[in-house]
């Protein structure tokens, strides 16, 4: 039998983890079995994120375009990845993207689980400069 205690800290965790697969993301995502695709504008940049929206491991498309549209080619992209509503061990996980054309950058992220989740990306252009953005998704269970 287990004791009271730990099944009333079992039902608040399973509440936790409902309200919080629950939250708004700052940008909205597909439903469950398609891709999540999200776009965000800097005064020098356009990102475009895109990702199968279901856990386990996925390939993660990252483009990056200037502010006139043409493609972001010759850097480097790196960036992390965890669910900031839960401290998880072994989050964030680094991500190295591949360039793989015209602007695009390729990595394999594994997502444990549904939930709300948020992507930092930093991409180096091959002059050293640094530019950084995040986005905010809820991944369907």
């Not at 950058?105 to 050293?128: E, N």
Request: proline content about 6%; hydrophobic content about 45%; some cysteine.
């Amino acid at each position: 039998m287990i004791p009271a205690s730990k099944q009333r800290l079992f039902v608040l965790f399973c509440l936790f983890c409902w309200a919080a697969a629950g939250l708004p993301a700052s940008a909205s995502a597909a439903p469950a079995g398609r891709e999540i695709s999200l776009e965000k504008r800097s005064p020098d940049h356009v990102w475009t994120l895109r990702l199968p929206d279901r856990p386990g491991v996925v390939q993660v498309s990252l483009t990056v375009r200037d502010a006139a549209g043409r493609p972001a080619q010759g850097g480097s992209v790196t960036g992390e990845v965890w669910m900031p509503e839960m401290r998880m061990q072994g989050y964030p996980l680094e991500l190295r993207f591949e360039e793989a054309d015209g602007g695009n950058y390729l990595a394999l992220v594994q997502f444990g689980h549904g939930g709300y989740w948020r992507i930092r990306a930093l991409f180096r252009d091959d002059g050293g400069q640094v530019v950084e953005q995040s986005f905010d998704f809820t991944l369907a269970d």
